[in-house]
């Protein structure tokens, strides 16, 4: 009994420390059309500090459609309004809740430096329903 309640433990604090790190500037919200309904895919992002001091962005998504999605996009870094840096994004998110709690992310490596205020935009999205994700290359 003791050792189920310490797992208990452990899984909620680590459960609550995690959603209490995502904001809400970190985050993009997309809205899909399903059939009639609309449904949200979740980009959350943020950046991180990588070996040798290098800047790393690290975008997880979340998808709360139901449905395998192919998806596509770009995201730009924008100074001061100047476009610095695009990068494209390409995965299959499968539709499980399970695949959400398991879901690897993506690091893109950045130029930017730690204290170079950036800010983020979604600038091209494109989403397709599937069957199935397969596996695209090795």
Known sequence: MKLFLSFAIVFFSS?????????????????IK??????????NYSFKQGKEKQSLLKVRFFNKTKVNLNVDLVMGFYSNGVLLEKVDIADCLKKSF?????RPFHLV??????????????????????????????
Do not use: P
């Open 109 to 138: 490596e950045t130029s930017f430096k730690e204290g170079q205020v950036i800010e983020i935009e979604i600038l091209n999205f494109y989403s397709e329903q599937v069957d199935e994700c397969r596996e695209t290359h090795k």
């Open 98 to 102: 399970f695949s959400n709690l398991f």
């Open 34 to 43: 399903i059939d009639e309904e609309k449904r949200e895919l979740n980009i």
């Open 15 to 31: 459960f609550s420390i995690g959603s209490a790190q995502e904001s809400i500037k970190n985050k993009h919200v997309e809205e």
